[in-house]
């Protein structure tokens, strides 16, 4: 009896022709492995690389930015005063709504010696101007608020006083160390800046003559 079986090469099928429809039992198709972690590696070097470059801008921008310079106009911020320090009432503050007063703005902090050469005379001042327009604004730098608290406390500051909370108000003023000052006029320009301890002839003179100008 001839045996009348055929291949399916030989009936004119393809191996592929009669295998199981992955359509038809529901199977996804099948990716091979390297395929897949080829995709994986090419998506996570795709995101490095934006994240890389994304650094390096904004280091760039950083790098360009210069400390407020006399005539240019002071960086908007906004304070969350001590308790106790606050100002006019204000638990909250903006720098705008300080305009129309001639504001000494005085980064320091309770760990810099050289800030304590100043203390007094800062209180000192801010007592003989407060009452003509004056605003004097201290902002503790890179401290922790317990110390922050004990030296005005030892220095009897009365002034208002904020924390430079995740350092955006000195990132903005582009403070270096401290002490800092900046005089700012009623208009809302830096007029003077102070690297390092402020005299009184150094107050005296700047804030008179910013008292003397138009809001």
Avoid: H
């Avoid at 909250?92 to 304590?116: I, P, Y």
């Avoid at 220095?155 to 108000?169: G, K, Q, V, W």
Wanted: charged residues 25%.
């Amino acid at each position: 009896m001839t045996d009348t079986t055929l291949e399916p090469a030989e009936a004119g099928l393809s191996p592929a022709s009669i295998a199981p429809d992955a359509a038809e039992t529901g199977a996804p198709p099948v990716e091979s492995s390297p395929r897949r972690l080829l995709n994986r590696w090419s998506i996570l070097g795709g995101l490095i690389t934006v994240a890389i470059l994304f650094l390096l801008g904004w280091g760039l921008i950083n790098t360009n930015r210069t400390r407020p310079e006399p005539g240019q106009m002071a960086p908007a911020f906004e304070v969350q005063f001590f308790d106790g320090y606050d100002w006019d009432g204000r638990t909250v503050a903006t720098l705008d709504d300080m305009r129309g007063q001639v504001v000494v703005l005085n980064f320091w902090a309770s760990w810099c010696v050289e800030c304590r050469l100043e203390a007094d005379l800062l209180e000192d001042s801010w007592r003989a101007y407060r009452d003509q327009g004056v605003l004097f604004l201290g902002v503790a730098y890179v401290d922790v608020e317990p110390k922050s608290l004990e030296y005005m406390r030892e220095f009897d500051i009365t002034y208002p006083n904020a924390p430079d909370l995740e350092s955006i108000i000195s990132g903005e003023y582009r403070v270096t160390g401290v002490p800092e000052t900046f005089f700012i006029g009623k208009d809302g320009r830096v007029r003077q800046v102070v690297i390092g301890p402020v005299s009184q002839q150094q107050i005296d003179r700047t804030v008179r003559e910013l008292l003397a100008e138009e809001a």
